[in-house]
Every structure is written in C-alpha cells, then in structure tokens.
C-alpha cells in the first residue's frame, strides 16, 4: 500500500485552505453585516431594558422581580440579534439546532426546579394583579400580619406576636386571602349578653350610644347592635361598630375599650350582664320549685294516713 507524498498533503491542504479563503471572502460583507446586526440589537436591548425598568417599577413593589423581568427583556432582545445575524451569514442549522437544545434545556429545568418556577410565576402574577402591598395587613393560611417583603419565591410576613413568617408566593395565589388594608377600615363585633329581664331595644340603644362617644369609631351612622341568639342564662347581643384599619388605636386596644365602655354603658342604665344562672325545675312539664314539691308530698302522706285511720 503506498502512501501519498508530501506534496500531495501539502496540495490538498493548501486547495482546502484556498477553498476557505474564498468562501470567506464571499461571506465578508455578510460577516460585517451581521456583526452590526448584532451590536444594534445589544444597544436596542440596552435601551429597551431601562425603559422596560422605570415602566416596572410602577407596576411591581419588589425590586427583584423587577431587576429579574429586565434582563430577561435584555437577553430575549440580544438573543434574538444573535439568531438574526447566524442566519444572516448561512448558518440557519446552527439556530435550529440552539433552538432545539434551549428547548430541551428549559424542559428539563422546569421539571427540575418545578416548585421554584412555580413559586416565581405566582410572584410575578401576584405583581401584576397586587392582591397586596407592602405594609398591608393580610391573614392566609393561618398567618396573620403586616407584609414586609415580597420576593420573588416568597413573601415575608411579621405577625403580631412577633415572628416573621416566610409563606411560598404559590400558597398566596392559590388559596384565600384576606387584606385587612384595602379598604382602610374594618368593622369590630363584641358579642354581650343580658339578662331575660331586661329590653333587648333598650340596651341597644344605650350600647349605640354610648359606642358612639369613642373618638375613634368611624361611621358612627352604621354602629349597630342586634339580637343573635336565646342563650342559657341571657340574651345574646352582637355590637358592630367600623374603625380606621391599620391606624391608631390598634385593633386590640379598640376591642379592649369598646368591652369597658359596654360594661360601664349597661351598668348605669341598671342593666345587668348575667353569669350562668341555673334553675331547677321538679315538675315533669316545668314550674313548680322544690319546695313545692316536697309541700306537695307532705300533704299527700298526710292524707293517706288520716285516710287509714278513718276507714269508714
């Protein structure tokens, strides 16, 4: 077997070199467009990333969804320069194929990292549609407190015994939520009881007014009491009253003041707040006390006897 000689070698290299040479030259205007290709869309993508910045800032309260949001704006743009100008100088199998293989890649990654993409998506949903804000008041999932933070996985939320609470943003978006801030108020229910003796209308009307005297209670108009239920030793009366929320005083301290002013209100009207009270009661259908009972068997004893002694 005999093996071509150097100059063979040499000929075919130099043919395959000369080859090359060509083919680039021929590409030489396509190369230089398509690098201007692509430094205009990095400096569009720069561009379009801080207005896409300022405009962010006023939709979302979380600077890392925000920075987040920008550079994926950022690097969509530029990617999408680099994809232009490959196939701009004949290498369209080569976009193919990245695109196939960022498609698989970010396949894999979702499943992967599926609770992180989904906590991210709800954070970003939760951006766009404000359920709340920083500073709110919101009860879920069995943690109540003002909000603190909100990231991008999760939201921080310091209770008011003094924890700070981490709860994964999906929780939030999927399950019900309650923000105590929206509406700037939020209406207090006392319940109370009186006894079967007194008027119901008549404490009502000494609770509403005297209800109405605290400086803090808002919507004096819409303070009302109403009668819930017959309990075992009184009537049972829910007092609603509406106060500024979050504001001063604080929820407990508005409670705690209302409950006292209740109590005093009912004391100088002589209405009374019944303990349990517990009646006995000897007859089979009711009303008769026991020492009725005991007179009644007395009586009958007595006639029986005077009833043996006097057959006739």
């Known amino acids: 077997m005999e093996f071509p000689g150097i100059e063979t070698f040499w000929q075919l290299i130099n043919e395959k070199l000369q080859v090359w040479m060509e083919t680039g030259i021929k590409h030489l205007p396509n ?7 692509a430094i205009a869309f990095g400096v569009v993508a720069k561009v379009i990333g801080k207005l896409s910045q300022r405009v962010l800032r006023r939709t979302f309260d979380s600077q890392q969804i925000v920075s987040l949001l920008t550079s994926i704006i950022r690097v969509a743009i530029a990617t999408a320069g680099i994809f232009i100008a490959l196939d701009f100088i004949g290498l369209r199998g080569t976009v193919t194929s990245l695109l196939a293989g960022a498609g698989i890649v970010g396949l894999a990654i979702g499943f992967a990292f599926q609770d992180i993409t989904e906590n991210f998506i709800a954070g970003i949903a939760m951006g766009v549609r404000k359920p709340f804000q920083i500073g709110d008041v919101i009860k879920a999932e069995g943690v109540f ?3 603190e933070a909100i990231n991008l996985r999760n939201t921080h939320v310091m209770t008011f015994f003094g924890q700070r609470e981490i709860i994964p943003n ?6 019900i939520l309650t923000n105590y801030s929206v509406n700037g108020k939020r209406r207090l229910e006392v319940p109370v009881g009186i006894s079967y003796a007194d008027d119901p209308e008549q404490a009502a009307s000494v ?14 108009e819409e303070t009302d009491v109403f009668a819930a239920s017959f309990g075992d030793s009184s009537v049972n009366l829910l007092v609603w009253f509406w106060i500024d929320y979050p504001g001063e005083p604080g929820f407990m301290i508005a409670r705690h003041k209302a409950v006292v002013t209740i109590q005093k209100a009912l004391n100088e009207a002589d209405i009374l707040i019944p ?3 517990r009646t006995l009661d000897f007859g089979a259908k009711g009303g008769e006390t026991l020492g009725q009972v005991i007179k009644d068997n007395n009586l009958s004893q007595y006639s029986d006897k005077t009833a043996d002694n006097n057959p006739d």
């Open 145 to 147: 407190g003002t909000v």
């Open 207 to 220: 609770i509403t007014d005297a209800i109405n005297q605290l400086d803090f209670v808002v919507d004096k």
């Open 31 to 37: 190369l230089a467009v398509a690098i201007v290709i």
């Open 170 to 175: 999906k929780i939030l978006f999927r399950n």
């Open 275 to 277: 303990f349990p009270i």
